[in-house]
T-cell receptor, first 116, second 114 residues
Framework: AQKVTQAQTEISVVEKEDVTLDCVYE???????LFWYKQPPSGELVFLIR??????QNEISGRYSWNFQKSTSSFNFTITASQVVDSAVYFC?????????????FGTGTRLQVTL | NAGVTQTPKFQVLKTGQSMTLQCAQD?????MSWYRQDPGMGLRLIHY???????DQGEVPNGYNVSRSTTEDFPLRLLSAAPSQTSVYFC?????????????FGPGTRLTVT
């Protein structure tokens, strides 16, 4: 069975601080995909990134970066110079590569609060 | 494009009542799914569909029914509502391929069962 653990329930930072959200996963599949979604206070879910298990390169998108380490089964997300608009719940999710179905297993989420 | 739409946004039901949560997408996505979000538990998959006429169960299917008669629509039926079904329900859709694509989520339906 697949499992995603986000051990940090809530994080509070002051604007402009860097913050890292941890994600640890478990799967028996050799091919799988990892995702991060953002859920702002308005409630919708916003896709941030998809990464497959064969691509261990780190990725940077503006102030966002992701560190995928297969050896530790982790896919951590860092926000550099955080802003108030980054306040949201962030979900890490895992999907097996079934070929036809994208069944996501979500972590319990990390609530990030960025204050001035 | 409207993306993924869900109706209603809010609903209150009494125990034992039935209702249908509507979900529609206009992106011609073959894959659609329903999740429920409960505090402290993340999102859990209820049912999914890989195309018109094909549905399957997810992690928490009990008490829910789905059908997929068209590519665009994927309604979720609560047969006899229970307080344990109080939750926020999200519908999602994505392309179907050899690898799982990112899913696009609707705005959610907040359901309260009393």
């Amino acid at each position: 069975a697949q499992k995603v653990t986000q051990a940090q329930t809530e994080i509070s930072v002051v604007e402009k601080e860097d913050v890292t959200l941890d994600c640890v996963y478990e799967t028996r599949d050799t091919t799988y995909y990892l995702f991060w979604y953002k859920q702002p206070p308005s409630g919708e879910l916003v896709f941030l990134i998809r990464r497959n298990s064969f691509d261990e390169q780190n990725e940077i998108s503006g102030r966002y970066s992701w560190n995928f380490q297969k050896s530790t089964s982790s896919f951590n997300f860092t926000i550099t110079a955080s802003q108030v608009v980054d306040s949201a719940v962030y979900f890490c999710a895992l999907s097996e590569a079934t070929g036809t179905a994208s069944k996501l297993t979500f972590g319990t989420g990390t609530r990030l609060q960025v204050t001035l | 494009n409207a993306g993924v739409t869900q109706t209603p946004k809010f609903q209150v039901l009494k125990t034992g009542q039935s209702m249908t949560l509507q979900c529609a997408q206009d992106m011609n996505h073959e894959y659609m799914s329903w999740y429920r979000q409960d505090p402290g538990m993340g999102l859990r998959l209820i049912h999914y569909s890989v195309g018109a006429g094909i549905t399957d169960q997810g992690e928490v299917p009990n008490g829910y029914n789905v059908s997929r008669s068209t590519t665009e629509d994927f309604p979720l039926r609560l047969l006899s509502a229970a307080p344990s079904q109080t939750s926020v329900y999200f519908c999602a859709s994505s392309l179907k391929g050899y690898s799982p694509y990112e899913q696009y989520f609707g705005p959610g339906t907040r359901l309260t069962v009393t």
